[in-house]
């Protein structure tokens, strides 16, 4: 029956009623899938009982947007699973006066979840059709505060730099170096870093010219494309903000 529903929805809004079930399973997501297994921030507990994934994934998969897995948005990416962006997300210590740089918007769920725990959200994502989406559901959710890049994120985006805080979505074999340079001082840089088939989650917190090092356990991700990650043919070009 949910299913049919999530077919029949206009303009891709669902029914209230269907909106009322959709925020039961928002919130047992984030009981079971974040506060039990260890997400503390209540900032960041809050934005994600706040924000509707449902509405960042394909119609087809709403009924599963708070599951605990990644799914797939085209393009050969995915949304990664709740756990996994609480995890990144709390890493980056936020309290609300930061500016977050974002590389891989992809569905742009993420981009959401730092637009209600810091000030100003850079996202960057170089799959055009990703990236003009993402702008338009953020658009339809009201958020003010992000900026939606096209672009090589290896790079950063360095006339918007120095951030306090940089998290990457995607997989890269090391810490590109132009993201380290573009942290502020005690900034923080959440990246996956590892080969094509399995990473370790890292943090690196920059101490003047040093950036000291944390490792969170394993994880999976798509392979960072770009100058400074995995290469690939479309990571020629510049920076295009929508």
Same mark, same amino acid.
């Given at each position: 029956?949910?299913?049919?529903?999530?077919?029949?929805?206009?303009?891709?809004?669902?029914?209230?009623?269907? %909106?009322?079930? &959709?925020?039961?399973?928002?919130?047992?997501?984030?009981?079971?899938? &974040?506060?039990? $297994?260890?997400?503390?921030?209540?900032? /960041?507990?809050?934005?994600?009982?706040?924000?509707?994934?449902?509405?960042?994934?394909?119609?087809?998969?709403?009924?599963?947007?708070?599951?605990? !897995?990644?799914?797939?948005?085209?393009?050969?990416?995915?949304? @990664?699973?709740?756990?996994?962006?609480?995890?990144? #997300? %709390?890493?980056?210590?936020?309290?609300?006066?930061?500016?977050?740089?974002?590389?891989? #918007?992809?569905?742009?769920?993420?981009?959401?979840?730092?637009?209600?725990?810091?000030?100003?959200?850079? #996202?960057?994502? $170089?799959?055009?059709?990703?990236?003009?989406?993402?702008?338009?559901?953020?658009?339809?959710?009201?958020? #003010?505060?992000?900026?939606?890049?096209?672009?090589?994120? @290896?790079?950063?985006?360095?006339?918007?730099?120095?951030?306090?805080?940089? /998290?990457?979505?995607?997989?890269?074999? !090391?810490?590109?170096?132009?993201?380290? !340079?573009?942290?502020?001082?005690?900034? $923080?840089?959440?990246?996956?870093?590892?080969?094509? !088939?399995?990473?370790?989650?890292?943090?690196?917190?920059?101490?003047?010219? %040093?950036?000291?090092?944390?490792?969170?356990?394993?994880?999976?991700? /798509?392979?960072?494309?770009?100058?400074?990650?995995?290469?690939?043919?479309?990571?020629?070009?510049?920076?295009?903000? &929508?």
């Amino acid at each position: 029956m949910e299913r049919w529903f999530a077919a029949r929805w206009d303009n891709g809004k669902p029914p209230k009623d269907v %909106e009322t079930r &959709l925020a039961q399973l928002r919130a047992a997501m984030v009981e079971h899938q &974040l506060r039990r $297994r260890g997400i503390r921030d209540e900032r /960041v507990l809050s934005a994600f009982l706040k924000v509707p994934r449902h509405r960042f994934v394909r119609p087809q998969d709403r009924w599963q947007a708070y599951e605990d !897995h990644p799914l797939p948005i085209g393009y050969g990416q995915t949304i @990664s699973q709740p756990y996994i962006v609480a995890l990144m #997300t %709390e890493l980056l210590e936020l309290r609300g006066d930061e500016r977050v740089l974002e590389i891989g #918007t992809g569905s742009g769920y993420q981009a959401a979840i730092l637009a209600e725990l810091a000030r100003e959200v850079i #996202t960057v994502e $170089r799959i055009p059709e990703l990236a003009h989406r993402a702008q338009q559901v953020l658009a339809e959710l009201g958020y #003010t505060n992000v900026t939606v890049v096209v672009g090589d994120g @290896s790079l950063g985006v360095p006339e918007h730099a120095p951030f306090d805080a940089i /998290v990457v979505t995607a997989a890269a074999p !090391h810490p590109p170096k132009p993201l380290l !340079h573009q942290l502020k001082d005690g900034g $923080r840089l959440v990246i996956p870093i590892g080969d094509r !088939h399995i990473q370790e989650l890292v943090r690196f917190v920059r101490r003047g010219d %040093e950036w000291q090092q944390e490792r969170y356990g394993p994880c999976l991700f /798509v392979p960072l494309i770009g100058k400074e990650s995995w290469r690939g043919s479309d990571s020629e070009g510049g920076l295009e903000t &929508l």
